[in-house]
């Protein structure tokens, strides 16, 4: 099912408004050396119109659900996942962000779902993102592809087929088909429209899952009033960024919201997770006809979960995900109806990408041998679940080594006036984003993670250090890059967005001079009798 949300003619006059909350000011980094996806002086902007779409891509019960290293299953549905697009066009060249209601998506999804979309709109490639929304609940989209694992031994095939969740060849199809869809709805819809991009907050909904321990080390979910905690170990991100877009009548066309927390609250069953209830939420306050583009800040250290919470508190389940969701939504409704009526055309569009080469971390020979001998362990032999779980991934990450020992990391920043989109495909850690925004140079950055591919968890360098550890650090076929890679994708990004020129940030319209007459109503002393 698709639906889109058409806009109507703009009138002139219209100016922007930008919600701005105080930034730390860290220099960018210098450009790197590599191909732009705009390198050629594009020609003035003569336009601005939006276009907003949606596709439902909701798994089936009994499909595998990603998540886990291990298999699992659906076996209820709860709410519909989603691809939703937003299409902006300044006269000279489109800009597509596609939000995704899945755990995660892989290069070649990515790269095919944008083949279909130049093929029916002629929008580059390089200049469409897509981003997960890394919903636990979502559909079979990885973690492993159909044949990626075909040309190694028995026993790999069958700890990677047979022992870890493996995207359907169907859902991967409904999904490709989904975004290109959407997009090309939202691309076929678009019209002039006015828009705005800034901030709202959502407190105290979202928490870092890491701690220092009296141990020395790092620990990830110690556990709710754990003693030995002595303090977070990472930041958090409560702002709630929005780009949001109307028509001349003032109806709501869509926003895209960027918040940086897992979706892990784990709705009974299939689910979009917390991002069903920021739909809900802002559909609620601007109407049911605005489409809600979710893309996950980063959160590869954030979750809902308050690990110092000294209540008796629900952290999981439908509970869990309204009281997130619903802040978010209505952080986002709130900026959102505040910058509404000084609204704009968000002047100019542009697009840079970079593909990255980082070394992946390789297992010790003796590790890879004890990992070998505790995958082949029989059933009689009584093996801990987790040691058993963390050895099949040492194998396999053993395998993609042979094929892939560096990982090509696309980084990419998509610009709308005088607000950034600046992604990458890890899980990558708060600490970075709130890194990204300090820098500048745009007034509005939105971090984007798990966008156009996934190469796992990257944590800080300090998670990777000797005060670190904790579950992200794990050493697996998802997660394993080398610990400089982190710095090295922010420094990419900064110089991504140090290649751009911010849009200018208009002072809304002057009010009406003071006429010399107050209200006659009420230019009167006290009434006492």
Known sequence: MLTTRRAMPLGRG???????????????????????????????ATSFRAGFAEADVSPKVGDEAPGGYGKARHTAFHDACKARAAVFDDGTGPVAIVGLDALL?????????????????????ERVMIAASHTHAGGPTGMILPGEFDTESDLVRDLAYEKTVVASPDYLEKVVEGIASAVTAAHATRVDAKAAAGYGRAEGVAFNRRFRMRSGFTMTHPGVGNPDILGPAGGIDPQVGV??????AGDCLGVVVNFACHATTGPPGISADYVEHVERTIRGALGDGCIVVFTAGMAGD???????????????????????GSAVGAAAATALLGLEPSAAPLLPLAARSRTLEIPRRVPKPERLARALALVHTGPEVKVDPTEWTFAKEI????????????????????QVGPAVFLSCPAEYFVDYGLELKAAGPFPVTFPVSLANDC????????????????YETRLTSYSNLIPTAGRTICDA?????????????????????????????GNLPPELD
């Open 455 to 470: 190469i796992g968890y990257v944590p800080t360098e300090d998670a990777m250090g000797p005060r670190g550890g904790g």
């Open 243 to 248: 780009v949001g877009a109307w028509n001349a």
């Open 395 to 414: 194998v396999l990450l053993d395998a993609r080594l042979k094929h892939e020992p560096v990982a090509p990391v696309e980084v990419q920043a998509i």
């Open 302 to 324: 954030v979750t809902q979960v308050n690990n110092r919470n000294p209540h008796a508190y629900p952290q999981f389940g439908n509970v869990a995900a309204r009281r997130l």
């Open 493 to 521: 990004l900064k110089g991504l967005a140090a290649e751009l020129t911010p849009g200018a940030v208009p002072v809304p319209a002057p009010a009406v001079p003071f006429q010399g007459q107050p209200w006659s109503y």
């Open 105 to 125: 998506i892989r290069k070649p999804q990515v790269s095919e779902a944008r083949r279909r979309i130049t093929e029916r709109t002629g929008i580059p490639g």
């Open 14 to 44: 219209w100016r922007v408004a930008v919600m701005i909350l105080p930034l730390l000011g860290l220099a960018a980094s210098p450009p790197m050396t590599a191909r732009a996806a705009d390198d050629a002086p594009a020609p003035a």
